[in-house]
């Protein structure tokens, strides 16, 4: 693990830990000066000695040293062979629909980010790639949905907001046996809690906006492969775009992540605690967390995940109710995002999913009484409390 001189020499520490893996990165401290906090390479531009000598840096489009310790450190945690960080978890993406050509069909989550959704159905689909939405937690609908044009699916899993957990392995399995890859959305879990890669899928993306960063602070996305095609095509899909993550950004992920496993515990921790009181609530009229053991999908999510994360939804008694939530939460923040210190309360029908349609929200069950909960890193009692006295108080 020492290095005194070469940014190019790093190991995947395969000897130590996630949580050692999560602090140390991939070069972990600077190689050139031993800094030990990975400095900030704030700079548009690299000096060449001379003619066809560069250092291996040439522009910061196209490669900056602390973009790339974070990207190596996110392809060591998720098991791959290189990542990708992008400006925002959209861009990502963006970058990673462009694998599709026209007449290419797309499988996807029905309950998906609204984002996500709206990528497809307003720019892809109009660059004629067809796509077929399917509640992939049931293998049977994305069997039916299989075309011979079906180059992709596309799984967010746990899905947002209804929590439906869509078992990889079986899908990779069953992608690979038509020549599609699969894509998972690893935001809710990340890797600490779930590897899409060791289970088959070929990409992994992240809105790094959410746990990876963890507090609220920077906009960024992540895509990681295990496939040497698809990183030459996100190396040129990053470079074209000019989307890649700033270095002051990717030095706010790279000290995120060195909390990541500390902070997912404790997530998940409360969000146990948190959801198993909402269900004692009268006015609750359902609550939707995987790991409820009588959630339908426990069984996969115990096969392929090690935790349940810290996000919830919950449908109340009525639109009052909600408005008086989102109105009266003290400590507890209404605002859109997830994954942060700060728990965090959202309405999806009108924040993160508004773009999806209503017949489709309303078969789903995003109506007008559901709300969603980022549970944070606050003390537990803090959050009851400021749930009881938002929903009970007089
Ligand atoms: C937030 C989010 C995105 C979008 O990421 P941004 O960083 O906001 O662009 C995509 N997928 C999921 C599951 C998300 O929660």
Redesign the pocket.
Known sequence: MKNFSNYNDYSLKKDLAFESRAIHGALGNDPMTGAVSFPIFQTATFRHKALGQSTGYDYSRLQNPTRQELERTMAILEEGTEAFAF???????MALFTWLNPGDHLILSDD??G??FRIVDTIFHKYGVDYTYVDMSELDQVKAAITDKTKMFFI?TP??PMMKVADIRVLSDLAKSIGAITVV?N??LTPYFQRPLTLGADVV??????YIGGHNDT???IAVTNNEEIAAHMKIQLKSHGNGLAALDSWLLIRGLKTLPIRMDRHNENAKVVAEWLRTQPKVKKVYYVGFPDHKDYEVTLKQTSGFGGMISFEMDSFETVERILERVDMIMFA????GTETLITYPTRQ?HEDVPMDRKEALGINDKFLRISIGLENVNDIIRDLDQAMNGK
């Open positions: 400006s925002s978890g959209q861009a990502a993406n998906i980010y984002g996500t967010e899905t947002n959305d935001t809710f993306v992240h809105s790094a906006t959410k906009i960024s996305g859109e995002s997830l994954g993160t």
